[in-house]
């Protein structure tokens, strides 16, 4: 009876230290931005075409894991090189939790493989920058009319007659901060006009999420989550089929997969490592 006792204690004991653990996380404040859908900005880094081919493959990664959510993707704008690679990319993801999953995203993504074109065999270094941006609500981010200078011109890309004859692309500048954002993918500039204020909404919404992210951590020795895009993040090494996250010290070497879609491992060792840091600093302040 006594050793029954004991194993049973034994099992209350790892049972009430699981249960504390997770009682902690509840206690760390929600994002109140998880359930939002995202604007995901893609751009080709240092590299050349290689960048440009990298960032490519970063928006069907991230396409692939949206769609096997059942998320919506929409591309907002793209400026590619002809050779199957990207130079910018911009598009929506809607989903439930869209944010919640993709928030630790961005910063800077570094590839090293020998490029098709590379003779020798040699190793190249190149690179691509990740946004994810809440998307932002008319409630989120109010703009004032007066704040805003439209212009509007004829669309200098595909399209046809109708698109490169009329003014229907629009480039919106926001004077207070000086963001500028332009949209020609449609031939409408009403549709055109939307999108640009869409995405100039979130831009200005992450802005502010920033420098209260800023204050909040100017007298702490790390900042947790803010998402630093001049940060490397993360590497994708093609030679021995591994992808590092230098955040998380976390590395899976089921690089194909990944870039398959296949995310769920990652994120989720990366989410995990950031919602440690903030349960460290609610203790710390406590």
């Known amino acids: 009876m006594r050793n029954l006792a004991q194993e049973e204690l034994k099992t209350l004991v790892a049972r009430r230290e699981s249960l504390i653990s997770e009682l902690k996380v509840l206690l760390v404040p929600k994002d109140p931005n998880d359930e939002k ?22 928006f069907r990664m991230y396409s692939r894991y949206a ?66 941006l809440p998307e932002a609500e008319d409630v989120d981010v109010q703009i004032n009319d007066k704040d805003l200078r439209v212009d509007t011109f004829c669309s200098s890309g595909p399209g046809g007659q109708s698109v490169n004859t009329t003014y229907s692309a629009v480039r919106i500048t926001h004077i207070p901060t000086g963001l500028v954002v332009s949209q020609q993918d449609e031939k409408s500039q009403i ?48 030679k021995e089929n591994r992808i590092s996250d230098h955040r998380a010290n976390f590395t899976l070497y089921r690089l194909t997969d990944v870039l398959n879609g296949d995310l769920v491992e990652m994120l989720d060792a990366v989410n995990t490592y950031f919602q440690s840091e903030k349960l460290k600093e609610a203790t710390d302040e406590s």
Do not use: C
């Open 37 to 58: 859908n995202v604007v995901l900005e893609i751009r080709a880094g240092t590299g050349g075409d290689e960048a440009a081919l990298f960032a490519g493959e970063l």
């Open 67 to 132: 769609e096997r959510h059942g998320w919506k993707i929409d591309v907002m704008s793209s400026s590619d090189t002809g050779i199957g690679g990207v130079k910018e990319v911009i598009a929506t993801i809607e989903g439930r939790g869209a944010y919640s999953k993709l928030k630790y995203e961005s910063g800077v993504h570094r590839v090293q493989r020998v490029p098709a074109t590379e003779a020798s065999g040699r190793l190249h270094t190149s690179t691509a920058t990740v946004a994810v």
């Open 191 to 238: 549709k055109n006009r939307a999108k640009a204020m869409k995405i100039l909404r979130s831009r200005l919404y992450e802005m502010e999420l920033k420098k209260q992210q800023e204050a909040i951590a100017k007298d702490r020795r790390s900042q947790v989550g803010t998402g630093e895009r001049s940060e490397k993040i993360r590497t994708y090494h093609f």
